[in-house]
């Protein structure tokens, strides 16, 4: 791994309670396995969340770096017309240059969490950073596991609210119990709405519903979970979030743009790559005829 940074409190601030070892009731991951998602309340403090927020802020603020992405072209709209998320791109794998994301992904607290909702022993794969600014971008709906390939079982996330996020900054919105779903197909995203170009179908008779979050709060959903964010509609306010992708234990298997994989002690996992490839999913009726079939109409970045 590269040289790290050490500077700025953050990392200081974490302060993980001793001896946790259970976050959800039996009621709540009985809600999980129907629902494919569920939020930790204040998970993380005020005061730590305010400083991972204040931290991120002076890493955008100090320059560029490896993998930072603004979005794709806005279809339509001239190179010249402002966008938000130039000046804010989305930061990514964090934890191989930067200490403090580094803890913040290894926390005990998302260890517990994960090994709650896994069954088994995580491992850590990825970390991001999103910023959204006023104005900006979201992205629609997809799912996790179409990045990210893991082979057998499927990937998990950890995404912490770093502000107040709803419905007019642009919240998490997710398809409850879609979480069973195998990688669908994707048809081209509208780039007017999403900083990606890539999106999946909703299943019929299903409903997308917001994540209404406070700082600190830590949203978990299964990899298969369709999910994605409508554009910040609010004219001053930022919806800052840190995310970390996981994956079980039994996983032999994970894209190689995730790996090295890391044990939650730092310790690196030596896992097989899972290629991009296989069919994608379709929907049929109960003698197995097709309804509906979505092919690519593009790939992601990376």
């Known amino acids: 791994m590269t040289t790290m ?15 946790v070892e259970r976050v959800f009731a039996e009621a709540q991951l009985a809600q999980y396995a129907n629902d494919g998602y569920i939020v930790a309340r204040k998970l993380f403090s005020d005061g730590e969340a305010a400083a991972l927020r204040d931290y991120y802020m002076r890493l955008r ?6 993998g930072d992405f603004a979005g794709v072209k806005r279809d339509g709209v001239p190179d010249d017309v402002p966008d938000p998320l130039k000046k804010y791109p989305r930061m990514i794998h964090m934890h191989r240059w930067d200490e403090t994301s ?14 709650q909702l896994l069954g088994e022993e995580p491992y850590a794969v990825q970390t991001m ?22 082979q057998p079982g499927t990937c998990m996330a950890a995404w912490m609210a770093l502000d ?77 979030s840190l995310i970390g992708h996981y994956i079980a234990g039994e996983a032999e298997q994970v894209s190689k743009f ?30 197995g005829e097709v309804v509906e079939l979505f092919e690519p109409a593009a790939r992601p970045a990376g």
């Open 164 to 240: 107040d996020c709803d419905e007019e900054n642009g919240c998490m919105q997710v398809v409850p119990g879609t979480q069973d779903l195998p990688v669908l197909c994707t048809e081209r995203a509208n780039t007017l709405d999403s900083f990606t170009d890539t999106t999946v179908p909703i299943p019929p008779g299903k409903k997308i519903v917001p994540v209404v979050m406070e700082p600190g709060d830590v949203f978990f959903f299964n990899g298969s979970l369709i999910h994605g964010s409508r554009p910040n509609r609010s004219t001053n306010r930022f919806r800052r």
């Open 129 to 150: 950073l999103y910023f959204k600014p006023a104005g900006a971008r979201g992205q629609a709906m997809h799912q996790d596991q179409f990045y990210l390939r893991v």
């Open 258 to 287: 995730y790996h090295p994989v890391l044990r939650m002690d730092g310790s690196v996992v030596d896992l097989g790559i899972s290629e991009r490839g296989g069919p994608c999913g379709r929907w049929v009726d109960e003698d």
């Open 61 to 66: 603020e100090r320059g560029s770096y490896a």
């Open 5 to 19: 940074t050490t500077e700025g409190p953050a990392d200081a601030r974490l302060a993980p309670p001793r001896g």
């Open 102 to 115: 580094l803890r913040w992904m290894l926390d005990p607290r998302l260890r517990v969490v994960l090994r």
